[in-house]
């Protein structure tokens, strides 16, 4: 596969850039437009704007497709404390903290502090997003539906492993919580099946739809 990667550096720090990730959430160039500026060539000018204020801009880039590296002693990106799952209302879900994405095999497909995840059942980059909730008019509220879900651990750390199963839901496991878009409610778990068919009535939980539908993926 060909490097979607892109690097922009300057002597204190490099961006880089995964167009196969972006969904264009946009918080780059609302934030910091005098560095990230679609409309200017290259687009990243971090030349334009202190180490401090590019990484804490990157670091709202909620699908990961920005990362930055520091040569000026300033610190690195760390995960929170406790890894957050959010369904967007009509899109994605976003996560965020310690996240490995593995296949059904064991194998990584990513291990990243922020991420976008398909939940529309269409994207063709799953289980990433790529936006195409929006082309199929996608509808899904950003709240949670009730729902019983094995707490964590004690003393599990603030990680989560997620495998999407064959044809079926995204399976999450670890410590972590699954809020809801508005922030006015988290639910703690160790264990949960998120839906990625876009059908079940119990979003962002899955409800066995996925079966009676025919999802492949």
């Known amino acids: 596969m060909a490097d979607r990667t892109h690097h922009y550096r300057t002597d204190a720090i490099e961006v880089s850039y995964d167009t196969g990730r972006c969904i264009h959430a946009a918080?780059?160039?609302?934030?910091?437009?005098?560095?990230?500026?679609?409309?200017?060539?290259?687009?990243?000018?971090?030349?334009?704007?202190?180490?401090?204020?590019?990484?804490?801009?990157?670091?709202?880039?909620?699908?990961?497709?920005?990362?930055?590296t520091r040569f000026d002693g300033g610190a690195a990106e760390a995960p929170p404390e406790t890894?957050?799952?959010?369904?967007?209302?009509?899109?994605?879900?976003?996560?965020?903290?310690?996240?490995?994405?593995?296949?059904?095999?064991?194998?990584?497909?990513?291990?990243?502090?922020?991420?976008?995840?398909?939940?529309?059942?269409?994207?063709?980059?799953?289980?990433?997003?790529?936006?195409?909730?929006?082309?199929?008019?996608?509808?899904?509220?950003?709240?949670l539906a009730e729902k019983s879900l094995r707490p964590p651990e004690e003393g599990a750390p603030a990680a989560i492993v997620v495998t999407?199963?064959?044809?079926?839901?995204?399976?999450?496991?670890?410590a972590f919580e699954v809020c809801a878009a508005s922030g006015e409610m988290c639910m703690a778990a160790g264990k949960a099946s998120l839906c990625r068919c876009g059908g079940s009535g119990s979003k962002p939980f899955c409800d066995g739809t996925h079966s009676k539908i025919g999802f492949q993926g």
């Not at 398909?118 to 790529?130: H, L, N």
Request: glycine share 8%; proline share 11%; with cysteine.
């Open 27 to 68: 918080e780059c160039v609302r934030r910091l437009p005098a560095v990230f500026n679609t409309e200017r060539r290259p687009w990243v000018q971090p030349a334009n704007a202190s180490p401090d204020a590019i990484a804490e801009v990157v670091m709202r880039c909620p699908s990961g497709a920005l990362h930055f």
């Open 83 to 143: 890894v957050q799952i959010t369904p967007q209302p009509d899109g994605p879900l976003y996560l965020h903290g310690d996240i490995e994405v593995r296949a059904p095999d064991g194998s990584t497909i990513a291990h990243d502090t922020r991420l976008a995840l398909c939940r529309c059942g269409q994207s063709s980059s799953k289980p990433f997003c790529d936006n195409t909730h929006k082309k199929i008019d996608f509808h899904a509220p950003g709240t």
């Open 164 to 174: 999407p199963t064959e044809n079926g839901p995204l399976l999450v496991t670890g």
